[in-house]
């Protein structure tokens, strides 16, 4: 949230028109949303339309298409930059998305002139780093075709600030809201199958996680600011989280069937899931095998310290009301993932493997 003090000054600098790419997924649709609230125009871009609503406008294309995103930017005094690759996508296709994808959207909005760029980074960038909490000048220590890909397209945002365009990096941790499906949906389905849930190890890890409101409070937030304190780079996650057994339980509880988290033995349970995930019968990529084995959180003091932003909800309290938001919205039967399930962050996984092994939890 804004520092209150500041508040009055820094609504009056949100921008008038703002471009989002993206505008379809999880996080630009709540994005769009919300700066409509605000009286802002918007226009979304993104592979898929997105519905009409007064104040908006919108182009469909893809990110790698310079033609079509400076069309998006005409007008534009802002453009938050939000598409992009999932781990699971074709390694091929990350790059291509990820770092391509970001190039063509940077130096059209140079070649337009668009004042400000937010940047939706992510902490893949650190890969998989024993210093927490992480700071944001901890080396970018990529392990995976995602992560790299990430660090990559931060470089390139370096290229465009080096010519002088503000351009404002968010690196947020996993967000939880409503849309956001993924591993959730699964731990959602157990759930409420009345299924006890697994976890690597003895799930003591403390993994921080980040609700999509507050990561919409931080662009919104950053938006605002002016330009000597935009121009940074900025860690994003909640303040509050415990360990995975505790933040998984109380779904487990929320549902009801007295279930709880069980063990299961890390280094094994890793090269097994490894195994399934080459043979693509297991949707768990290899970093977040190895992020749920260790301590995953990153230091936000400097978002807190500079940009006046403080998230509002804990890791708890984020999974929770996306678990009330699944139980409202989902079918009376459940519905299997299309054989596309995992192209965006809002299909649920295909089990695979791991949806018979429930039958033994």
Request: charged share 25%.
């Amino acid at each position: 949230m804004v520092n209150p003090g500041n508040e009055k000054d820094a609504l009056s600098a949100l921008p008038g028109r703002v471009t989002v790419t993206g505008a379809a997924g999880v996080l630009g649709a709540h994005l769009v949303e919300r700066l409509l609230k605000e009286g802002r125009e918007v226009h979304a871009f993104d592979l898929r339309p997105v519905p009409a609503a007064s104040g908006l406008t919108s182009s469909t294309g893809d990110i790698r298409d310079a033609g079509a995103v400076r069309r998006a930017l005409d007008g534009a005094e802002a453009l938050v930059h939000c598409a992009s690759a999932l781990p699971s996508y074709p390694a091929a296709d990350i790059r291509s998305i990820v770092v391509e994808g970001t190039t063509t959207v940077l130096e059209a909005a140079r070649t337009v002139r668009t004042p400000r760029v937010v940047h939706i980074s992510s902490t893949a960038v650190y890969g998989l780093p024993k210093l927490v909490p992480t700071p944001e000048d901890h080396p970018h220590e990529p392990v995976d075709t995602y992560s790299r890909a990430k660090a990559e397209a931060e470089k390139v945002a370096e290229r465009y600030r080096a010519k002088g365009m503000c351009l404002p990096v968010l690196r947020p941790k996993t967000f939880v809201g409503p849309g956001r499906m993924g591993l959730f949906d699964m731990l959602f389905q157990w759930a409420e199958e009345g299924r006890n849930f697994p976890v690597l190890g003895k799930g003591d890890v403390r993994t921080q996680m980040l609700a999509l409101d507050d990561l919409v409070d931080a662009v919104v937030t950053v938006l605002r600011a002016p330009d000597e304190v935009a121009h940074d780079t900025y860690n994003i996650g909640a303040v509050e989280f415990a360990t995975l057994r505790e933040d998984f339980q109380s779904v487990l509880d929320a549902a009801g069937h007295g279930k709880r988290v069980v063990s299961i033995p890390g280094r094994p349970a890793v090269a097994v899931l490894r195994l399934l995930e080459r043979t693509g019968i297991s949707p768990v990529y290899g970093r977040l095998l190895y992020k749920l084995l260790d301590d995953s959180y990153v230091s936000v003091d400097k978002a807190q310290e500079r940009l006046g932003f403080r998230p509002q909800q804990s890791n708890r309290e984020a999974i929770l009301r996306t678990y009330d938001w699944w139980r409202g919205q989902r079918p009376a039967a459940p519905q299997a993932a299309s054989k596309d399930g995992g192209r965006t962050s809002t299909d649920p996984w295909r089990q695979g493997a791991l949806g018979l092994a429930k039958v033994f939890f």
